[in-house]
């Protein structure tokens, strides 16, 4: 969709953003085509993703980017007008349908503008068990992580899911929210989610599929919830993919065409009467 005035949509609607941590935008591209992703193809425009640039390589340095207003690029010649920018002399990224604020990052922007900001979790950055995992969610007023939401367990998604819905349940309906969710279930390991894939075997490019579609049979509650309110903006993307032996390469926090490569969407979740 179009880029929206950003300064019309902040003050008016929630806000939800959504990182498939570790997505790869191939991956995400062939199940969008073949029908295996009916709950999130139904919001993406034109049923596709669009393809853009991961801001950093690895979690860390990629949440930092994107909470800085950095979000992927889109994966032609640019500039590329930001939907959020810091105010900073000589910008070429800035236009008039960005929200430009004067905070260090956005999250505490939009606690400014009166916006309840909470995070809820996935991965290792996220679970404020030391100084480097209390970072990211230390940006915002409310955080949330248990070991039920981490790379480790099964039903991680439906999890975040569980506490999403009640945290929109308990906010008063006047205060604007947003809402933040790292999804960990695509992050290594992820075979446990191909039928008879097996833990000596290994993660490959078929179980990150296979975990895709996981997050796809459960989505369509966050969506409900994060639009039962009012309408709400949702931003679901990448934050870097990753390698399965490519040129030699596995994993991530590498440059390569796998992990620079990442699925984004934007749209409106309309409010349900």
């Known amino acids: 969709m179009p880029d929206p005035d950003m300064n019309e949509v902040i003050g008016r609607d ?31 425009p034109d049923g596709v993703w669009e393809k853009r640039h991961a801001p950093g390589s690895f979690t860390y340095a990629s949440h930092q980017a994107m909470f800085a207003g950095f979000l992927p690029t889109p994966a032609t010649p640019g500039p590329h007008p930001r939907l959020f920018a810091a105010r900073f002399e000589g910008s070429e990224t800035t236009a008039g349908r960005t929200f430009v604020f004067d905070t260090p990052d956005l999250v505490s922007a939009l606690a400014a503008e009166g916006y309840r900001t909470v995070c809820i979790g996935g991965v290792g950055f996220f679970n404020k068990r ?8 230390g940006l915002f007023q409310e955080s949330h992580w248990e070991p039920e939401f981490s790379v480790a367990a099964p039903d991680s998604f439906e999890a975040q899911v569980n506490r999403a819905e009640k945290v929109v349940a308990a906010l008063p309906s006047e205060r604007r929210l947003f809402l933040f969710v790292n999804v960990s279930a695509l992050h290594q390991p992820n075979w446990f989610y191909r039928s008879g894939a097996t833990k000596a075997a ?6 990150h599929a296979a975990a895709l579609e996981y997050v796809d049979r459960h989505i369509g509650r966050l969506f409900a919830a994060a639009g039962s309110r009012r309408r709400c903006f949702a931003i679901v993307c990448s934050d870097h993919g990753t390698a399965y032996g490519e040129d030699g390469f596995t994993g991530h926090r590498l440059g390569h065409e796998s992990v620079w490569t990442v699925p984004y969407a934007q749209f409106f979740l309309e409010a349900q009467p």
């Open 130 to 137: 030391g100084p480097m995992g209390s970072t990211l969610p």
């Open 14 to 44: 929630d806000l939800l953003l959504v990182t498939l941590d570790t997505l790869r935008f191939d991956v995400a591209a062939e199940l969008a085509a073949a029908g295996r992703l009916p709950n999130l193809a139904r919001h993406l």
């Open 202 to 207: 290994g993660d490959s490019r078929e179980t």
